[in-house]
T-cell receptor
Framework: RKEVEQDPGPFNVPEGATVAFNCTYS??????FFWYRQDCRKEPKLLMSVYSSGNEDGRFTAQLNRASQYISLLIRDSKLSDSATYLCVVAGFQKLVFGTGTRLLVSP | DGGITQSPKYLFRKEGQNVTLSCEQN?????MYWYRQDPGQGLRLIYY???????QKGDIAEGYSVSREKKESFPLTVTSAQKNPTAFYLC????????????FGDGTRLSIL
């Protein structure tokens, strides 16, 4: 089993739609979780950290479910500019473990 | 502005040649990391350094070497022993603890001539 697993997509949604991604992780001792955004041929950029109680940043909401070992990212009112690959990241022993990413395509 | 600078942006390597990728940060971060990204794959950790003059192998260190003589600098050498070096190389840093988010440079694309 991979340490971090994501559905590669692509998720094709129209502008204004709500879309959600899930990510599962294998290490139950993991304490820190993040979502990064990566545009084509660019470096990953931190989108948001994921806190135990869930957290929101504008149109983005992140949730953590420790019992089932997954984290989620919800994007409301999708914009064309949200088209990117979203990377799930989990802190392991002395390193971060990156998922392969979920690709989102928002169309007009 | 503080940040991480990687150079060059594009690099070509001939067979049997060693090449060095530069990574400099002015964020005063203690920890620095090198990753490799291949198409359709996640980032894989090559080497990391949590303090000057010390570094650790990551998951795919074979064929690579690093040094950390200064806090600001963490160069990566891709040696001729790395038989499949074509990839996107990313350098990252954090203030110190591994459970903090990492900040990335804008990467170096390495290709074989």
């Amino acid at each position: 089993r991979k340490e971090v697993e994501q559905d590669p997509g692509p998720f094709n949604v129209p502008e204004g739609a709500t879309v959600a991604f899930n990510c599962t992780y294998s290490n139950s001792a993991s304490q820190s979780f993040f979502w990064y955004r990566q545009d084509c041929r660019k470096e990953p950029k931190l989108l948001m950290s994921v806190y135990s109680s869930g957290n929101e940043d504008g149109r983005f909401t992140a949730q953590l479910n420790r019992a089932s070992q997954y984290i989620s990212l919800l994007i409301r009112d999708s914009k064309l500019s949200d088209s990117a690959t979203y990377l799930c990241v989990v802190a392991g022993f002395q390193k971060l473990v990156f998922g392969t990413g979920t690709r989102l395509l928002v169309s007009p | 502005d503080g940040g991480i600078t990687q150079s060059p942006k594009y690099l070509f390597r001939k067979e049997g040649q060693n090449v060095t990728l530069s990574c400099e940060q002015n964020l005063n971060h203690d920890a620095m990391y090198w990753y490799r990204q291949d198409p359709g794959q996640g980032l894989r950790l090559i080497y990391y350094s949590q303090i000057v003059n010390d570094f650790q192998k990551g998951d795919i260190a074979e064929g690579y070497s690093v040094s950390r003589e200064k806090k600001e600098s963490f160069p990566l050498t891709v040696t001729s022993a790395q038989k499949n070096p074509t990839a996107f190389y990313l350098c990252a840093s954090t203030p110190g603890q591994v459970n903090q988010p990492q900040h990335f440079g804008d990467g170096t694309r390495l290709s074989i001539l």
